[in-house]
């Protein structure tokens, strides 16, 4: 019983929160910030809409990025696509929140990559 009441208030809870989507505007563009686990060596990598860039073994595409209407500065959320060139599989596909980068984490055994902030000039 307490699994159906559990249940229940996730349900809810996730209902509740698809009313409250704030407005977003699209940026020129993401920065995003790139982690290679074995040298430990952080890299910032700059990108626009379609853009395609490698990163040691994996290429990241950005679909998209979108930041709170009105407030540039605020959270980014980034649409991208990864994928580790070696063995040409897909990594990664899907938003990516910058406030939040472990709600949808990348599954890479040496690279890890989140989004920063949207660019917008």
């Avoid at 559990?6 to 996730?14: F, R």
């Avoid at 990241?60 to 990864?82: H, K, M, Q, W």
């Avoid at 990594?91 to 929140?97: A, D, E, I, T």
Wanted: hydrophobic share 40%; proline share 5%.
């Amino acid at each position: 019983m307490n699994r159906f009441f559990g249940s229940l208030a996730l349900c809810m809870a996730m209902v509740t929160a698809g009313h409250a989507q704030e407005a977003t505007a699209t940026g020129t563009g993401a920065i995003l910030r790139g982690l290679d686990k074995l040298t430990g060596q952080l890299y910032d990598i700059e990108l626009s809409p379609g853009g395609l860039t490698k990163f040691g073994h994996i290429e990241i595409v950005l679909e998209d990025c979108r930041y709170p209407d009105g407030n540039p500065s605020g959270d980014a959320y980034a649409f991208l696509t990864i994928r580790d060139v070696n063995d040409d599989a897909e990594v990664y596909s899907g938003w990516m929140v910058a406030s939040s980068p472990a709600l949808n984490p990348m599954e890479h055994s040496r690279y890890d990559v989140w989004p920063l902030r949207c660019t917008t000039s």
